[in-house]
């Protein structure tokens, strides 16, 4: 069957290539492997359409650790998992497809059987997961700790990763939303997130984003106001038709970069943040939606109004963020860690898709061959929403 990914001799290749100069197309090629075969309690996919995600550029420049790394450290996890070590990842967390077979000891689900893919792999035996699966220390994210991911002809996963295709929404849309909406779902809804209230404000980083597109609709359900924030006008212009309450465009105000040449934090440009936010009548704010890391963390902590709350799930600028601790606790503001979402978040989310409340905004929909190119268009912050591909 064809699939992308990458293997070790591409990998090699990649690895020579100083980081900086690093894009996700040198780091990805079109692979002939076998069909995956399958275990008791895995289904095999036919997928009609995937999408991209940030973490397949993350693999594909082998960067923070490589694809192999991530596999193994799931395999010491799950050492049921071996299969999953070769000499080739594929790349993909998101798809809508059919099922094609079933293991021995699948049940309620059926060959045949629409489905989008929730990329949350767990040990179902493991009791925390009564609790919340994303707790559990067999955890892993499909197609990227682990192997057979959905860029291919055919992908595998465990039953347990199943939601039924939303019947109202069609194959593309389908396969845009799961990674991206249930994490903004859990970070700005669930309790194991911010619990946003009715009457809060939330600023959203990257708010024409994969993440940000859904946290603006859920804010809106919500009833919460929302501030996004971006880095053109036509990213602006999608987050206002998507309900944004303020938009800010950094390209254009003066609102950061918040650290200076050398990478430390440039507090003066958090005063000048603030007295921008001021100035559009941003006086408090309960929320920041943060997933850009060093380069805003300190900053979203110094925003909050006392007793705020910042949700992050991830750190695209860097992860050793440098924060003015005199900041949290004298105003006793929390940060939450947040990653993806458990079944039942994720089924939460996926039931806002069903009747429209939440639309996936997509960026566009291309041929399976175009993944580099549109890898690489994502990493320079060239896209918006989601990107979705035909397979
Ligand atoms: P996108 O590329 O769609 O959006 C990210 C946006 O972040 C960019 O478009 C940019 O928006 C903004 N951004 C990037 N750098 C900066 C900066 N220095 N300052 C301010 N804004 C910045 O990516 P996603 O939304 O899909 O994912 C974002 C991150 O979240 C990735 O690192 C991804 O791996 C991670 N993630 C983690 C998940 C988890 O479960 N833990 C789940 C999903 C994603 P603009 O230029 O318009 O301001």
């Known amino acids: 069957m064809w699939a992308y990914g990458v293997d070790k001799e591409k990998l090699k290749e990649i690895q020579s290539v100083r980081l900086e100069d690093r894009i996700p197309s040198l780091g990805i090629k079109k692979l002939d492997v ?14 009609k359409y995937s999408a991209l995600n940030f973490n397949s550029l993350w693999s594909s420049v082998g960067y923070p650790v490589t694809p192999f790394q991530l596999i193994s450290g799931h395999v010491s996890r799950n050492p049921a998992d071996k299969d999953h070590l070769l000499d080739y990842a594929i790349f993909g967390s998101d798809c809508s497809g ?15 059987d629409e489905v989008v893919v929730h990329c949350n792999v767990i040990n179902s035996l493991d009791p925390i997961i009564e609790n919340d699966s994303m707790k559990s220390a067999t955890q892993s994210i499909w197609g990227y700790e682990t192997n057979f991911g959905a860029f291919a002809e055919y992908c595998k996963v465990k039953a347990g990763q199943l939601l039924p295709k939303p019947v109202s929404v069609d194959w593309p849309h389908a396969a845009s939303y799961c990674l991206t909406h249930s994490t903004a779902y859990r970070m700005l809804i669930s309790d194991n997130g911010a619990n946003l209230k009715a009457g809060e404000t939330c600023l959203i980083w990257g708010a024409a984003g994969g993440l940000g597109t859904f946290a603006i609709q859920l804010c809106k359900l919500a009833g919460v106001r929302c501030v996004a924030v971006v880095s053109s006008e036509e990213k602006a212009k999608i987050c206002k038709e998507l309900g944004a309450d303020i938009v800010i465009d950094r390209s254009k105000s003066a609102f950061g970069p918040f650290r200076d040449n050398t990478g430390k934090q440039d507090k003066l440009a958090w005063a000048k943040g603030k007295k921008l936010l001021a100035s559009l009548g941003v006086k408090n704010i309960d929320v920041v939606f943060e997933h850009v890391g060093a380069a805003t963390l300190g900053a979203s902590i110094y925003f909050l109004k006392k007793g705020g709350r910042v949700v992050i799930c991830a750190a695209s600028s860097g992860y050793d963020a440098e924060v003015d601790l005199r900041y949290l606790w004298m105003e006793v503001k929390t940060v939450i860690g947040s990653h ?3 079944y039942s978040e994720a089924q939460n989310a996926s039931n806002l ?18 993944l580099g ?16 591909f035909r397979h």
């Open 98 to 112: 059919t099922i094609v077979n079933v293991g021995t000891n699948v049940q309620n689900w059926s060959i045949n």
């Open 34 to 47: 076998p069909i995956p075969t399958l275990k008791p309690d895995e289904v095999l996919i036919k997928p």
């Open 353 to 370: 898709v069903a009747p429209g409340q939440v639309v996936p905004k997509i960026y566009g929909i291309y041929e399976i061959s175009k």
């Open 340 to 342: 993806f979402a458990n």
């Open 373 to 388: 190119q549109l890898m690489d268009e994502m990493f320079l912050g060239k896209t918006f929403g989601k990107i979705v």
